[in-house]
């Protein structure tokens, strides 16, 4: 309890507010660095996974090349990179990519294998080209589990990018390892503060962005099983009494 306190005292201090090696200017690389590794990997994801949703083909591929680079240890990954590509940026903007490919990939791909195959068909049946089918259908009733996708590769993102400050990239894990090497604990404990506060605000605003995705007529029919449209105010037609009521 008395290191919560110290570490929550650290975070407040003014000396840690300013400078190089203050909460702001380690949190804006923490920030980009997330930012150029979600977007990146969204740009090669998010076609992929479209593509592999509309067509049907290659989803085994898929699925067993996201289980292997799930599987791949990212610290080791990083090291490697490193070495071969030298202290920098470079290093843990690959190894996170690999990191954050595969949740996005799978949310691309399921978002669009969730929508009702029939209501494909009801589109190539009204004249839809495949394009307008993607785009006008599958894109967005599967929005949502894209969105899904994207939160994940993000919370993950976020958590691993700690470990860009091991080959001098920067970041909030800065305060980890100065931490460890000094004996530091209040330090380590802001640092993993920090981190977790980042990826809780990450985690409610994207949860926020995937219910506002929802097609209104898709939520309206799973929360109240209601039909949406207007009911008609003119009068029930019955054989034999063409302008009355039904009683």
């Known amino acids: 309890m008395n290191f919560l306190i110290e570490a929550i005292a650290w975070i407040f201090d003014p000396a840690h507010l300013s400078g190089a090696n203050g909460i702001p200017t380690r949190l804006a690389q923490h920030l980009g660095i997330s930012l150029v ?28 090349l ?14 490697i990179l490193a070495l071969w590509l030298g202290i920098g940026i470079e290093a843990p903007l690959i190894a996170l990519i690999v990191l954050a490919v595969p949740p996005i990939l799978a949310g691309a791909y399921s978002g669009f294998e969730a929508v009702d195959r029939r209501t494909v068909d009801a589109a ?36 691993t990018a700690t470990l860009a400050d091991y080959v001098g990239a920067g970041g909030l894990g800065h305060f980890i390892f100065a931490g460890t090497k000094s004996n530091d604990y209040p330090q380590m404990l802001a640092g993993s503060i920090l981190v977790i506060l980042l990826a809780v605000i990450s985690e409610g605003i994207f949860a926020i962005i995937q219910k506002l ?3 209104r007529g898709v939520s309206a029919g799973a929360s109240e099983r209601r039909d949406v449209r207007t009911p008609s105010s003119r009068r029930v037609a019955v054989v034999g009494l063409p302008t009355q009521e039904r009683k």
């Open 37 to 64: 590794v979600l977007v990146i990997a969204s740009v090669i994801a998010v076609p992929v996974g479209y593509l592999i949703g509309h067509t049907g083909r290659g989803r085994g591929l898929a699925v067993s």
């Open 66 to 79: 996201t289980g292997g680079l799930r599987a791949l240890p990212t610290l080791g990954l990083l090291i």
């Open 124 to 159: 190539r049946a009204v004249g839809m080209t495949e394009w307008q089918i993607v785009s006008k259908v599958e894109v967005p009733l599967g929005l949502p589990l894209l969105i899904g996708g994207l939160r994940s590769g993000t919370l993950q993102i976020i958590a």
């Open 213 to 215: 995705v929802v097609p």
